[in-house]
């Protein structure tokens, strides 16, 4: 049998990798147990781990926990069977990134960029003659300035194309390398993009999930409405990892969506603005309002967005048609009746 942990007695708490706050919370309270392939699966799609942590989560998994298959998908057929060799071979991956941190050539030069904590960003291309001297000076631009992290590229003379990104956190930790073709890691990257985990989740249907900007923790790139999670049905080895529903990103409103992983989203509440159309869908989908009363709610929001936009540029703005929500052609008349703004089109 597989024994399985979530933790080590020293404190290595795999819980951390989780990206989703609600998700990560949710598999504490439970005091869930990872097998070796989600905790691996985890570990290199962590956000925030930095390549330390990674290097000593994947030494771990190969060190303390039972090894286990990774199991088949259609689209992948590589040699990668078990976790333990997936993890293996991260490491060296890993361990080559610290390598290549320390590294001192005679012929690179380097430069940086810092990331706002907005997701903007400035780049300085000025060379510098080494890694040390390019860190001091970006800490002096930087000065008391908050930001999320930085970026320093390392380039060789008269090799145009070649390059590492060596891409560092707020707290000057290494997270990850950006790297070209020779440092090639293709096999290792597809197996990861085609794997899928089961992780319990505590979504329901009607739920509003948000997915947050890398980056910037108020900053949101896109809700959904859940209908429907493939790990509430799906029980194959790698399971799809989706979430389909009505869809809110950058003003427009997509139905039956489909968003991945699971693992990237969060509940959201106090939705306002053009995405409070969200919370009214909800409700209709778990049953608590009738699709006429979420209807009406859709008109009154669609005529204070139209009047909101006529004073602030004094152009009259036409009302949308719906098209975020199903509706039966038997409805279709009674619904025109009681909604003569509600545009229906089969």
């Not at 510098?128 to 390019?134: E, L, T």
């Not at 440092?183 to 992780?199: M, S, T, V």
């Amino acid at each position: 049998m597989d024994k399985r942990k979530n933790r080590t007695k020293a404190g290595m708490d795999l819980c951390r990798f989780v990206n989703s706050r609600d998700i990560r919370e949710h598999l504490r309270e439970m005091n869930y147990e990872f097998n070796s392939k989600e905790a691996v699966w985890l570990v290199y799609h962590s956000r925030e781990a930095t390549v330390k942590e990674r290097l000593e989560a994947c030494r771990y998994i190969t060190g303390e926990m039972m090894d286990t298959p990774l199991g088949h998908t259609e689209h992948y057929s590589g040699k990668y069977k078990m976790a333990h060799q997936l993890a293996r071979d991260y490491a060296v991956i890993l361990e080559h990134f610290l390598e290549m941190l320390s590294e001192t050539d005679d012929r690179a030069f380097y430069s940086y960029r810092i990331e706002g904590v907005r997701g903007d960003w400035e780049e300085y291309a000025i060379p510098y003659s080494s890694f040390q001297k390019c860190i001091e000076t970006l800490k002096e631009e930087a000065g008391e300035s908050v930001f999320s992290g930085y970026y320093v590229t390392k380039r060789w003379i008269n090799h145009e194309k070649q390059r590492l990104v060596f891409v560092f956190d707020r707290n000057d930790e290494l997270v990850n390398v950006e790297y070209p073709e020779e440092y090639n890691d293709d096999e290792l990257k597809e197996c990861f993009r085609e794997l899928g985990i089961h992780l319990p989740t505590p979504f329901k249907k009607g739920d509003i999930l948000v997915m947050y900007d890398h980056g910037d923790p108020e900053r949101m790139t896109e809700y959904v409405v859940v209908e429907e999670m493939s790990v509430w049905s799906d029980r194959s080895d790698n399971p799809d990892m989706i979430i389909k529903g009505c869809a809110y990103c950058e003003g427009f409103l997509i139905d039956d969506h489909t968003m991945m992983p699971y693992t990237e989203y969060e509940r959201y509440l106090g939705l306002n603005g053009d995405a409070e159309i969200l919370e009214w869908i909800s409700n209709h989908i778990k049953g608590e309002i009738s699709l006429e009363k979420l209807l009406n709610a859709y008109r009154k929001i669609l005529f204070k967005e139209a009047a909101d936009e006529r004073r602030r540029t004094g152009i009259r703005m036409k009302t949308g048609r719906l098209s975020f929500i199903e509706i039966q052609e038997a409805e279709a008349e009674e619904l025109r009746r009681k909604l003569p703004f509600l545009h229906i089109q089969f």
